[in-house]
């Protein structure tokens, strides 16, 4: 392990000769630029966390790397945490907390219609959010770009493929507080196709503090600018952005 360890450090960090000549360099090498780019990390960081991957100590299942920003970027070590899965969707495949689990962090999911989650150990909330309780809304059920019709943006037209039904909004504050989350929650993930802002506007901001955020915007405007501007007045700030996410931290 530790001479295929020191193969792969080799080949990400000489990149040009040894990355052209083997598989496993240009492999090393590109999956090196990707850690860099989606996470923020420093050479140093990225380097150990793509030999980590190359020798098949730990896997990150999220879709763009939210889970190796947050484990390896925001809170390294801690194994402990607690988080926030909004529009967890499929425990496994794309999961932007499963690696958290895996680590030892506890927390709540939140997607009314969830799949694969045998194995996790989330608290379970089979619900809608958006900025207000007791709404009836249209829901399109689409896995993966399901959402509610109103506030869909661009994967609306995809979304509409499948069947809506109606369902009954509940707000985030009520998640929390039926869940007992803690004060201090380290990580929120949310990912819920263009009611992202509403359901932030529910947020008791005085009541929870949040150590870390990924929410998806999908290029979508003026929702991407209004939802900086909301959170910046919450006493949060940009970090990193990467494809269709936002990363905030405390300012």
């Known amino acids: 392990m530790i001479k295929r360890l020191v193969v792969v450090l080799i080949a990400i960090g000489v990149g040009g000769v040894l990355a052209a000549r083997s598989p496993r360099g240009v492999e090393a090498r590109k999956q090196f630029d990707v850690n860099r780019a989606c996470c923020d990390f420093n050479l140093l960081q990225a380097l150990r966390l793509t030999a980590r991957e190359a020798i098949g100590g730990v896997t990150y299942p999220s879709e763009i790397g939210q889970d190796k920003w947050v484990i390896g970027r925001m809170f390294p070590g801690v194994t402990n945490g607690f988080f926030l899965d909004v ?8 999961s932007n907390t499963k ?11 939140v997607d009314p219609f969830p799949t694969y989650m045998d194995g996790r150990t989330c608290r379970m909330e089979k619900v809608v959010v958006s900025d207000t309780a007791g709404q009836v809304v249209k829901f399109h059920t689409h896995s993966g770009l399901g959402g509610i019709a109103d506030t869909l943006g661009k994967w609306k037209a995809e979304a509409e ?32 196709e263009g009611a992202e802002l509403d ?11 949040f150590g870390a955020m990924a929410i998806e915007h999908n290029e979508e405007e003026p929702k991407r600018t209004d939802l900086v501007k909301f959170l910046e007045g919450k006493g949060y700030r940009r970090v990193h952005t990467f494809r269709q996410d936002d990363f905030f931290a405390p300012q």
């Open 199 to 209: 359901a932030l506007r529910a947020v008791p901001f005085d009541k929870y503090r």
């Open 99 to 109: 690696a958290l689990e895996e680590l030892g962090w506890t927390g709540i999911c």
């Open 161 to 192: 493929k499948s069947p809506a039904v109606e369902l009954t909004t509940t707000t985030l504050a009520d998640v929390l507080e039926r869940n007992n989350a803690p004060s201090f929650i380290h990580f929120v993930s949310l990912d819920i």
């Open 87 to 94: 529009g967890s969707g499929h425990g496994t495949i794309g």
